[in-house]
């Protein structure tokens, strides 16, 4: 019992630390621009078949596939920002969210006219059984997903609190009209935040398939609720918060599909953000990236 | 002497509403030139034309030989104009120290920042002391110092300040003041505009009426119509 407890754990960090790199990514974009970007996760996905026609085609390696995932989401990441978000920088929020789901469904038929087929498998990170250790099962891989999303979130951390860029993204984040005054281009800020933002979905999206083993078109769909969860689930808006959210999310779908099934998994999650949001309404309007480390 | 600032014929407009209807102003090297007006006449228009925050429909504005007519604002900071604006607009979750930073955004050179950082902390102490803490956390006079050393940190040739006073206690206006003769004292150019003339025709050496988005009246203070002027500034010409 106690064992089992210990391994859900296991694993849901594992999950969570994926759920966090595509949280992080979400908040950097909706904490800049103040937007939501429903095309983020197909931009992933996007990414990750770009890596999967390469590997069907070359059989190239993973540091080949990993690249590729990373420019593929960058490049998807550009279109959708040009054609969704630099038009309505100062307009509607809402024009700028249907516009991303647009393009979401844009992605999802280029990837099936490209790879037609429902499922690809994809070269795994470690191939092989997982270690046995005091009776646990770890798997190599899983924690290297950990190792790399705490890494990526450090540097993030020291990147906007402690670089001049930082500073500028953080200022823009505040008040892009002031960030101006103060001698700071937000519009550049902006398309740098989306690059950053969806080179780390491109990590992300690159470290799911290749533990997972297989990429879908439901891979767009998929991370943009779990990373959306997340970061709803963090307080929006806070890049902390959307890690702790994420952590929590693979904790409950861990323990939730083992105590009461897979069925119950993404139920519980949904019930536990209702729960929170009811009995605090305020919980996503508190919170902001810009705020010094203390 | 060629003025520092020259605004000619500045239309700017919100819509089809114009709200500077042909505006032309000069500002001379290390002068204080005030802009005065009832509410709504277009003064704050003006600014955010100037610092590039509303692109004018027709007419020029140059600093110096350059014509910065319609640039992006960032462009504008680099050319060497600061903007304190009206609700001073401070980033309220970086520290103080952080904000001083980003007004220097456009300088390179670490050591020479921090050194200009040093030396607005001697003309601000209450600075000083909150180095660390938030802007929010600061009282509405400490803002606007903050503000100001802001805009002071990018080392503009001419400083904008919109409403310094607004909504300030009597005795931090009268702080603000002392710091806006210092600035002057130590040649700093800057165009002020300001509701309270009394104030304003004490420290500038030259002023602008402006009503309906017009210049109505420009002069240098001490001048006999100064009490008209002051009527106007307050009520505007319709009250008459």
């Known amino acids: 019992m106690l064992l089992d407890l210990l391994q859900n754990t296991i694993d849901g960090a594992a999950a969570g630390a994926s759920y966090a790199l595509l949280a992080v990514g979400f908040t950097l974009i909706f904490g800049v621009l103040r937007r939501v970007n429903l095309s983020y996760g197909p931009a992933v996905m996007i990414g990750c078949y770009a890596a999967t026609w390469l590997h069907l085609n070359f059989q190239s390696g993973l540091i080949v596939l990993a690249l590729a995932a990373v420019a593929g989401t960058v490049l998807a990441g550009a279109y959708v920002e040009r054609l969704c978000f630099a038009p309505h920088r100062s307009g509607s929020a809402i024009a700028a969210m249907v516009a991303s789901f647009a393009l979401w469904m844009q992605f999802e038929e280029l990837a099936t006219l490209v790879l037609p087929r429902h499922v690809y498998a994809f070269p795994l990170l470690h191939e092989g059984a997982p270690v046995e250790f005091l009776g646990l099962s770890l798997r190599p891989d899983a924690l290297a997903v950990l190792g790399v999303a705490a890494i990526l979130c450090a540097l993030l951390q020291g990147l906007l609190h402690r670089t001049r860029f930082g500073l500028a993204v953080r200022a823009t984040i505040e008040n892009p009209h002031a960030a101006s005054l103060a001698g700071i281009d937000p519009g550049r800020i902006f398309v740098l935040i989306f690059a950053l933002a969806s080179a780390i979905g491109g990590i992300a999206g690159f470290l799911i398939v290749a533990t997972h083993g297989q990429v879908t078109p439901m891979l767009g769909m998929w991370a943009t609720l779990k990373g959306l969860l997340a970061m709803m689930l963090g307080g929006l808006g806070s890049l902390r918060g959307a890690i702790v959210g994420a952590l929590v999310l693979g904790q409950i779908e861990a323990h939730s599909q083992w105590?009461?099934?897979?069925?119950?998994?993404?139920?519980?999650?949904?019930?536990?953000?209702?729960?929170?949001l009811a009995a605090n309404p305020s919980w996503m309007t508190r919170w902001t990236i810009s705020r010094s480390a203390s | 002497m060629a003025p520092l600032l020259e605004v000619r014929d500045l239309v700017t407009a919100y819509g089809k509403i114009e709200a500077l209807?042909?505006?032309?102003?000069?500002?001379?090297?290390?002068?204080?030139?005030?802009?005065?007006?009832?509410?709504?006449?277009?003064?704050t228009t003006l600014m955010f034309s100037i610092a590039g925050i509303l692109r004018p429909?027709?007419?020029?504005?140059?600093?110096?030989?350059?014509?910065i007519t319609g640039r992006a604002?960032?462009?504008?900071?680099?050319?060497?104009?600061?903007?304190?604006?009206?609700?001073?607009?401070?980033?309220?979750?970086?520290?103080?120290?952080e904000n001083l930073r980003a007004g220097a955004y456009q300088r390179r050179g670490g050591a020479e920042?921090?050194?200009?950082?040093?030396?607005?902390?001697?003309?601000?102490?209450?600075?000083?002391?909150?180095?660390?803490?938030?802007?929010?956390?600061?009282?509405g006079g400490e803002q606007q110092m903050l503000a100001v050393a802001r805009a002071l940190m990018s080392r503009p040739r001419l400083l904008l300040m919109d409403e310094p006073s607004l909504g300030l206690a009597p005795l931090v206006v009268e702080e603000i003041f002392r710091i806006i003769a210092e600035l002057h004292r130590d040649g700093t150019t800057i165009l002020l505009v300001e509701q309270n003339a009394h104030l304003a025709l004490q420290?500038?050496?030259?002023?602008?009426?402006?009503?309906?988005?017009?210049v109505s009246f420009s002069g240098s203070p001490g001048a006999l119509a100064e009490d008209e002027v002051i009527r106007r500034a307050y009520l505007g010409s319709a009250a008459r």
């Open chain 1, 259 to 276: 105590f009461l099934g897979p069925q119950w998994r993404d139920l519980v999650a949904y019930l536990l953000l209702f729960a929170l």
């Open chain 2, 21 to 43: 209807r042909g505006v032309s102003l000069a500002v001379q090297e290390g002068s204080i030139t005030c802009l005065l007006g009832p509410n709504g006449a277009g003064k």
């Open chain 2, 57 to 67: 429909r027709r007419g020029s504005i140059r600093l110096g030989a350059r014509d």
């Open chain 2, 73 to 97: 604002p960032h462009v504008i900071v680099a050319a060497g104009i600061a903007l304190v604006p009206e609700n001073r607009l401070v980033f309220a979750n970086m520290s103080v120290l």
């Open chain 2, 113 to 139: 920042i921090e050194s200009d950082i040093e030396r607005l902390m001697l003309r601000f102490p209450r600075l000083r002391e909150r180095a660390a803490q938030n802007a929010g956390t600061l009282s």
């Open chain 2, 203 to 214: 420290v500038a050496q030259h002023f602008y009426l402006i009503e309906q988005g017009k």
